[in-house]
C-alpha cells in the first residue's frame, strides 16, 4: 500500500467551487485528494457510482473543466436526492456549473448493470468514484458491474473505507434508517480484498478519534485484479445488510453472465439465495413476535379491564 498526497497537487483549483461543496459528503482533504488525483492522471472517461447532491460531481467537473475530451457520467440508483427528496439526485450541477454540464451525463432510476454497456460504448473508463451504500453487498456488486469496462491501468476511487470506523452521523433516507457505521462496511472490505496498487492520501482528519486510516482511498487495476476477482465473489458470502429488488438482481446476473465465469455466477446465485431466503425467514420472525407481542399486550390490557371490575363490583 502507498501513500501518495495527491491533496497537495494544484489544490487552489478547488477554491473556484469551495463555496458550492457545502453539501457534500466528502471532506475538505477527501475532495483534495480526488482534485489531485484527476488532475495528475487527467483521465478522458470518468464514471462515478453514487451521486447524491453533486458534491463529488462538482470536484470532478471542475477538475476535467480545462482537459479537452475529459467526460464524467454519473449513475445513482435514486432519481431524487436521498436526503431531501424535494431535489433531484445531482441538483448542485444544475445550480452552480450549468455551464459545465455539456461534460456531464446522469443517469438515474436504475443500477450500474443498467446503463454501464450503453455508457461504454466501446471504450474503457480510465477512472472511476465509487461512493454507494456501504453496506454489503453494495459496492462489492457495483466493482463486479464496472471491472469489466476499466481500463488496465485504470483507477478506482473509494470513499468511505473506514465507514464503519467512525461516529459522526450523516442524514440518511427513511429507506435506510435502519442502518448504521458499524454495519457500514463493504468499501472497507472491498479496498482489503481487491489486489491492485493501493494508494491512500497522507492525512486523516479521524486519527485524533482512533480511527487507524483515511476514509478514502484508491488502486490501480493491474492484471492482478483480472485475474483474483474470485476473491470479490467470495467476499459477497459475508452477510447482507439488506436485499437488492429482484429486477436489479436479475439485471446485475445477465451482465455477470457475459463477463465472468460459471463457477463465478452459481456461487452468487447461491449467496443470493441463501440471504433472500433468511430476510424472508427474518420478516417472518419479526411478524410473527409483534403478533404474538400484540396478543400479550391485548391480553394484559383486557386482564386490568376485568381486574378493574371486580374492584367496582366489590
Known amino acids: 500500500m502507498k501513500i501518495k498526497d495527491y491533496e497537495n497537487y494544484q489544490k487552489n483549483i478547488l477554491e473556484d467551487v469551495e463555496k458550492y461543496l457545502e453539501k457534500s459528503e466528502m471532506t475538505k482533504s477527501e475532495q483534495q485528494f480526488l482534485n489531485g488525483i484527476i488532475l495528475q492522471k487527467k483521465p478522458k472517461k470518468i464514471l462515478e457510482v453514487g451521486v447524491a447532491a453533486g458534491g463529488s460531481s462538482i470536484v470532478i467537473l471542475n477538475a476535467i473543466k480545462d482537459i ?33 454540464k455539456d461534460k456531464w ?12 454497456e450503453n455508457i461504454a460504448n466501446g471504450k474503457e473508463i480510465d477512472l472511476c468514484v465509487l461512493d454507494t451504500v456501504h453496506h454489503v453487498p453494495g459496492e462489492l456488486l457495483d466493482i463486479l458491474m464496472i471491472l469489466p ?36 462496511i463493504s468499501n472497507n472490505v472491498l479496498f482489503s480484498v481487491v489486489k491492485a496498487e ?6 486523516s482528519e479521524y486519527f485524533v ?14 492484471e492482478e485484479t483480472l485475474n483474483n476477482v474470485d476473491d470479490i465473489f467470495f467476499s459477497l458470502s459475508l452477510n447482507w445488510a439488506y436485499i437488492p429488488e429482484e429486477k436489479d438482481i436479475e439485471i446485475m446476473r445477465k451482465l455477470f453472465m457475459k463477463y465472468y ?8 446465485d447461491i449467496i443470493y439465495e441463501f440471504y433472500k431466503k433468511e430476510s424472508e425467514s427474518l420478516k417472518y420472525r419479526i411478524n410473527s413476535y409483534k403478533h404474538r407481542r400484540s396478543a400479550i399486550i391485548c391480553f394484559k390490557f383486557f386482564q386490568f379491564i376485568n381486574n378493574i371490575k371486580r374492584m367496582f363490583i366489590k
Do not use: R, W
Request: positive net charge.
Open 105 to 116: 451525463k446522469l443517469y438515474t432510476g436504475g443500477i450500474t448493470a443498467s446503463f454501464i
Open 149 to 184: 469496462f476499466m481500463k488496465k491501468d485504470g483507477i478506482i476511487v473509494l470513499h468511505d473505507v473506514m465507514y464503519n470506523c467512525l461516529n459522526y452521523k450523516i442524514g440518511i433516507s427513511k429507506k435506510y434508517k435502519c442502518f448504521n457505521n458499524k454495519i457500514g
Open 198 to 203: 493501493k494508494i491512500l492520501p497522507n492525512f
Open 209 to 222: 478519534n482512533g480511527v487507524p486510516y483515511p476514509n478514502i482511498g484508491a488502486f490501480i487495476i493491474n
Open 261 to 268: 465465469n460459471e463457477e463465478n455466477i452459481k456461487k452468487f
Open 68 to 100: 479537452d475530451d475529459a467526460q464524467l457520467y454519473s449513475i445513482d440508483k435514486n432519481e431524487n436526492y436521498y436526503v431531501n427528496n424535494e431535489y433531484k439526485t445531482g441538483y448542485l450541477i444544475e445550480k452552480f456549473l450549468p455551464h459545465l
